[in-house]
């Protein structure tokens, strides 16, 4: 339970997972046109993976490392827990603020997971790319056979 209504821990988590599907959808669009053996157009995917990539990992590091409470979710937990061990909190509003150093150091946690994620997707898509640019891994490519539905007008 967030005692702020939960956007202040659940946005800065929707951008990193939405950069993370956007990583992962230019992942997969680098290596079909690999794939497809055409390197020359690479760069069309390969520019903005690239931005994607370093400013998902640069915000990432932002908000779980900066110093600026209002920035980063370990100094605010910081902040919060320094306010609360020198009594500067209402006894009636402790446990809310335990409750937020909770939430700061979750979404922490869970940024940190999904920048590893992000890493993790860029380190074995390169890796593939360069065994299929070298020619040491054979793309294999299929299509699934067109199936005709019962609503398709049939052919003739």
Not at 82 to 95: H, L
Not at 129 to 145: F, I, M, T
Request: aromatic share 8%.
């Amino acid at each position: 339970m967030d005692p702020l209504g939960g956007i202040n821990s659940l946005w800065p988590l929707f951008g990193i997972s939405n950069q993370l599907l956007a990583t992962i959808a230019l992942c997969v669009a680098t290596t079909i046109i690999i794939k497809m053996g055409k390197l020359r157009y690479v760069w069309v995917t390969l520019m903005p993976l690239a931005w994607l990539a370093s400013v998902t990992m640069t915000a990432s590091f932002q908000k779980i490392w900066s110093p600026d409470p209002r920035l980063g979710f370990l100094a605010h937990a910081r902040a919060l827990a320094e306010q609360v061990a020198a009594g500067a909190i209402q006894p009636e509003k402790i446990a809310v603020t335990e409750r937020l150093i909770f939430n700061d150091r979750l979404d922490a946690v869970v940024t940190g997971i999904f920048a590893g994620l992000v890493i993790l997707i860029l380190i074995e898509s390169s890796r593939h790319w360069w065994l299929y640019a070298v020619g040491r891994k054979e793309p294999v490519l299929s299509e699934a056979p067109m199936v005709l539905s019962r609503w398709a007008p049939s052919e003739q």
